[in-house]
């Protein structure tokens, strides 16, 4: 499950990667790529029922859930419920303090205006080392090393899906990341955390680890709110390690 920007495309730099490994099923959440947006509220919680429900309706009970940013506090969520097996949440939003929630919003609600002033020539600024250094410096540790067509998709879907506003009140005004006590979630879970990430700061992983004490924490060196664009490699087999 990805967080907020392409929806499956998120996952392209390691798509390949898992595949070789395990049958992977990619989705585009409520209002992103080509799934039609949530009618009614939107919450994380209704999002996750719209997960949970695919998955009922799938036959998936027991399937290994990973997810990044939005998409890994949805498989926690998930995980505190007891849907699927194994979890794997990549820089999980919903451990922010409060004041680290308003800093959040106050950052990255600008960014996307910016973003979207620019999309005639978002693939331009990001085919530049520079551009994507001064676009993308909040998600990324190393925005200059990484490719345009890594991001782009990313990029775009901050622009053009539709629910990105209802996904980020979601975030900031929903209530936060509810924990799951030892020995009730349905399989391993795995946080992993990029030790730069400006986006959910490193020091919510202590807030992570104390509402879920059944995680195992992984971190990321070098590495920012994206692990899939940082560190793809140490992604796909840390996925991988902890998945069946």
């Known amino acids: 499950m990805h967080g907020l920007g392409a929806g499956w495309r998120s996952w392209a730099p390691i798509l390949d990667g898992l595949a070789e490994r395990r049958e992977v099923i990619a989705v585009d959440l409520p209002g992103f790529g080509e799934t039609p ?27 290994s859930t990973v997810g990044q940013s939005m998409g890994g506090r949805m498989v926690l969520e998930l995980a505190r419920r007891g849907v699927g097996g194994d979890t794997v949440a990549l820089d999980p939003g919903g451990f922010w303090s409060d004041r680290e ?14 973003v979207r002033a620019l999309r005639g020539v978002l693939p331009s600024l990001l085919g530049s080392s520079v551009g994507r250094t001064l676009l993308l410096s909040q998600l990324s540790a190393r925005p200059w090393a ?32 509810q924990g799951a006590p030892a020995g009730s979630v349905p399989g391993r879970v ?14 919510q992983a202590a807030r992570a680890k104390e509402l879920f004490p059944d995680a195992v924490l992984h971190w990321f060196d070098r590495c920012g709110h994206f692990p899939q664009w940082d560190a793809p490699l140490e992604a796909t087999q840390l996925i991988l390690d902890n998945t069946d």
């Open 37 to 63: 947006s949530l009618r009614g509220e939107v919450s994380i919680a209704t999002l996750v029922d719209s997960v949970a429900d695919f998955i009922r309706e799938q036959g998936l009970d027991g399937i």
């Open 101 to 114: 929630l308003v800093v959040f919003g106050a950052t990255l609600r600008p960014s996307i205006a910016v």
């Open 146 to 177: 990484l490719s345009r067509d890594t991001v782009l998709p990313d990029v775009r879907g901050l622009v053009d899906s539709p629910a990105i506003g209802a996904a980020m009140d979601a975030l900031t005004k929903g209530p936060k990341q």
């Open 190 to 203: 795995t946080i992993g955390w990029g030790r730069r990430d400006l986006v959910t700061v490193p020091r």
